[in-house]
C-alpha cells in the first residue's frame, strides 16, 4: 500500500527564530492632508453646536410691534339691530357702554340695514 502525500493540504508552521518577512513602509501623510482632517472635524464640530440652536429658534426674534397688521373687523347690520345688540354680540360679558361708544365714534351714530360697519 502506497500513500501519496498532498502538498496542498500540508500546512507549514513558522519556524521558530526566524526573522519576519518585511511590511511594505506605509506612505507618509503630508501636511496638506492633516489641513483637510482638521478641517473637516471642525467644520463637523460647529455644524454640531449649531444646529440645535437653529432647530430650536434661539436666533428668531418677535416681530416688532410695526410689522404687525390687525386685520379690521366688519359686520353687516342686519333687520332690528342696534349698536348696543352689535356691541353684546362681540362682547357677550361685562359693561359694554365704551364699546358701544367706539362703535358709534367709529361708525356714527344712525346705522341702516346692509352697512358695514367697523368693529374695534
Not at 500500500?1 to 498532498?6: K, L, R
Not at 440652536?53 to 386685520?71: D, H, K, M, R
Not at 333687520?79 to 359694554?96: C, D, E, K, V
Given at each position: 500500500?502506497?500513500?501519496?502525500?498532498?502538498p496542498?493540504?500540508?500546512?507549514a508552521?513558522?519556524?521558530?527564530?526566524?526573522?519576519?518577512?518585511?511590511?511594505?513602509?506605509?506612505?507618509?501623510?503630508?501636511?496638506?492632508?492633516?489641513?483637510?482632517?482638521?478641517?473637516?472635524?471642525?467644520?463637523?464640530?460647529?455644524?454640531?453646536?449649531?444646529?440645535?440652536?437653529?432647530?430650536?429658534?434661539?436666533?428668531?426674534?418677535?416681530?416688532?410691534?410695526?410689522?404687525?397688521?390687525?386685520?379690521?373687523?366688519?359686520?353687516?347690520v342686519?333687520?332690528?339691530?342696534?349698536?348696543?345688540?352689535?356691541?353684546?354680540?362681540?362682547?357677550?360679558?361685562?359693561?359694554?357702554?365704551?364699546?358701544?361708544?367706539?362703535?358709534?365714534?367709529?361708525?356714527?351714530?344712525?346705522?341702516?340695514?346692509?352697512?358695514?360697519?367697523?368693529?374695534?
Open positions: 500500500m502506497t500513500a501519496t502525500i498532498d496542498l493540504l500540508i500546512t508552521s513558522p519556524r521558530r527564530g526566524t526573522a519576519r518577512q518585511a511590511r511594505p513602509a506605509r506612505p507618509v501623510t503630508s501636511q496638506a492632508t492633516y489641513r483637510r482632517r482638521r478641517m473637516v472635524v471642525a467644520a463637523v464640530a460647529v455644524f454640531a453646536v449649531a444646529s440645535p440652536l437653529f432647530v430650536t429658534g434661539a436666533f428668531a426674534t418677535e416681530p416688532s410691534a410695526q410689522l404687525i397688521q390687525t386685520v379690521p373687523r366688519t359686520h353687516v342686519e333687520a332690528g339691530q342696534t349698536l348696543w345688540s352689535i356691541a353684546r354680540l362681540y362682547m357677550p360679558t361685562g359693561n359694554i357702554s365704551e364699546f358701544v361708544s367706539e362703535l358709534a365714534r367709529m361708525n356714527g351714530v344712525d346705522i341702516e340695514v346692509g352697512q358695514i360697519i367697523r368693529i374695534p
